[in-house]
Every structure is written in C-alpha cells, then in structure tokens.
C-alpha cells in the first residue's frame, strides 16, 4: 500500500509540471539528443515555435515528448531551449458556465463549447467480447479507457479583431470528455501565434491538448498523454 501512494505521489508531480512548450533557440532551432548529455546521440533537430510537450527538468536537461511527420517522438534537450506555454501573455477566462467557456483580452476572443455525445448517432467500434470501444465512427480516439464517452466538444470559436476563425471538426471531432475548467489561452505577440490548451479525460483516459492559431489560421493540434 505505501508503494502504490508513494507512486501516486509522483506521478502527480509529474503530471502537475508537464506541460507544453514552444522551441525558442537564438539559431533557429535546437537539436534533440537520444540522452542527456552532450556526444554523438543527435537524433533530430526541431525549429523555433515546434510545439513539444515537456517532463519535469533534470539538472540542464528536459525530457520532451512530440509528434513529427505522423510518428510519436521523444528526446532531450537543453531546459533553456524551450519557452512554455504558461508563459506567454494570458488571455483571461470571463464567462463560464458547464458547457461553455469565454476568454477575452483586448481584440481577441475565444469561445469554446461542449455537449452531450450522441452515441445513437455514432458509429461505436468495440473489441471481439463487447468489453472495450476501439473507435468513434472509425477512428482511434481520446478521452476515455475504453468507456463510450459522455461529453465531446461542440465548437472553438476564435475573434481577432474583425476576423472570425472556426476551428475545423477534424480538430477535435476525435477529442471527448472536455474538462472546460481546465483550459488555458495564452498569446505570443512576437510571432502572432494563440495556443489554446486543456487537461480533458473521464479519469482513466486523461491527455493534454492544444490548438495552434498562427496569423488568423488554424494551423494544428498537439496531444499527449495524462497521468
């Protein structure tokens, strides 16, 4: 019993540091190292504003974890070579309510929706003995072990001035269990970029998300797994 509390207790600081971060390197880019430390273990190199999801720092080493050309990757890299999320300019959260949540500052605004999911209306793929669902109309999915989900997101609407963004479907028709309260925006100035972040799981199948707007256009997703 003391060992499983002590692990409960880790992966709870693990999980209370990671967090998403964006490459921010004077040239340009930052090699990512299979170990942590310097030597010939360079196994990629990612650009300036690479979105990657960070572990807790070591020493001078971060442990990253991120997706590149459609594969899940990992590595590490110098603490110093990243720039999260959390700390870019914080666009404040001004209206909530259980399935819906406002951000605003200034021109621009964020309205992020959710609802019930229809199960009737979807197609629910499960294993051989009926005991775990695969897919959601034919795809792999997050948010639940195994369960049908309850809830899905409806909608992300983005205002920038005079412009209106919707965020495709395919940006989180895929996604289930949205944890509203538990969403961040946050604004670089310098390269003109949003990120929309969210904790989101039923409480097994947790994951950590973020959209991407750069320029007025949605640009892509990020996702990684909870503890």
């Given amino acids: 019993m003391k060992k499983i509390f002590l692990l409960c207790i880790i992966l709870s600081r693990i999980n209370a540091f990671a967090q998403f971060a964006v490459i921010k390197d004077n040239d340009g880019y930052v090699n990512i190292r299979t170990e942590a430390s310097k030597g010939n273990n360079i196994s990629d190199k990612l650009n300036n504003d690479f979105v990657v999801y960070c572990f807790e720092p070591v020493n001078n080493w971060i442990n990253i974890d991120y997706s590149k050309n459609n594969k899940d990757l990992s590595g590490y890299l110098y603490k110093d070579r ?41 197609k629910l793929t499960f294993s051989k003995d009926k005991s775990f669902l695969e897919k959601i109309n034919g795809k792999q999915f997050w948010g639940t072990d195994g369960g049908i989900p309850k809830t899905a997101f409806k909608s992300i609407t983005i205002t920038i001035e005079s412009q209106t963004i919707e965020l495709p479907k395919n940006a989180f028709e895929d996604l289930y269990e949205p944890s509203l309260f538990n969403t961040k925006t946050n604004y670089d100035k310098n390269s003109n970029t949003l990120y929309i972040s969210s904790s989101n799981s039923d409480g097994a199948g947790s994951y950590e998300l973020v959209w991407v707007i750069k320029k007025g256009q949605y640009k892509e997703r990020k996702v990684a797994y909870g503890f």
């Fill in 82 to 122: 990243v720039k999260y999320l959390s700390d870019f300019e914080k666009i404040p959260l001004v209206k909530e309510t259980k399935t819906k949540v406002v951000f605003q500052k200034g021109d621009i605004a964020i309205s992020i929706e959710s609802k019930n999911f229809e199960s009737s209306t979807a």
